[in-house]
């Protein structure tokens, strides 16, 4: 979104607090309902012109690629539906990433690395398979983590 900031010469103007807020706005589109996007936007584009008609191309850009005429539709990119199911936080991913460079040394062959992947696949895969078979997971939350989630809501 900065790029096109950048690229369609409002940076100065970004500066101010009401086109900052309204950028913002944009930014935060996928996670309003896809009912209300675009009222949002109505009300985004209203609020960018009044201040300045140089963001007409701005305005233009994200409703040619994402709301009127949809280059990608709502389901691409809106993530509102999917809050809940999703993790919000990539910790997992990185916990992985700690795990199978533990696994495998730093200078490595071909070979090597392959292997470390594959146990580190058959590792996932069997608690994945026990975790189905159970019903449940086999690596309970912390009592924080918990605690957290349910503030957080």
């Known amino acids: ?10 940076v100065k103007l970004a500066k101010q607090e009401n086109i900052r807020r309204q950028i913002a ?12 996007i675009n009222h949002c936007m109505e009300v985004i584009i209203d609020e960018l012109c009044n201040a300045d008609s140089k963001f ?3 305005t233009d850009y994200i409703l040619n690629n994402y709301t009127e005429d949809a280059r990608f539709s709502f389901d691409m990119w809106n993530h509102f539906d999917s809050i809940d199911e999703r993790p919000r936080t990539n910790n997992h991913v990185e916990g ?19 292997d470390g992947v594959r146990s580190s696949e058959e590792s996932v ?23 957290d989630d349910l503030s957080l809501n």
């Open 25 to 36: 706005n944009i930014i935060s589109l996928p996670l309003v309902p896809k009912d209300q």
């Open 96 to 114: 992985y990433h700690r795990q199978l460079n533990a696994r495998v040394r730093t200078n490595l062959d071909l070979w090597t690395w392959t």
């Open 1 to 10: 979104m900065y790029g096109k900031v950048k690229k369609y010469g409002l």
């Open 56 to 58: 007409d191309k701005l």
């Open 125 to 147: 895969m069997y608690r994945y398979e026990q975790e189905q078979a159970q019903k449940r997971t086999t690596r309970p939350r912390k009592i924080k983590n918990i605690r």
